[in-house]
């Protein structure tokens, strides 16, 4: 399973990520990234991956469980 993760410190809270993958990412009022569902669907992997790149501190991380 490949799934987001975001660094809290890191994260200045730009909201590129939710604009680039809305399907996944959500912002509270702070405009701090809410991650929508644990696991991403293999559709959305590549553009989690792009949005990962874009974010302009690296506090957009994807992982991926043990297999
Ligand atoms: S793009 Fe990066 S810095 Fe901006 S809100 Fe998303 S995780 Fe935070």
Redesign the pocket.
Known sequence: MTRLA?DPV?????????ELLPEA?A?DEW???LLVGADLPGDLVRRARR?AA????R??RLTRDPV
């Open positions: 975001v890191l994260c200045t809270a730009h909201g590129l990520c939710a990412v912002l405009r701090h990234p949005a874009a974010c302009p501190t506090a957009l």
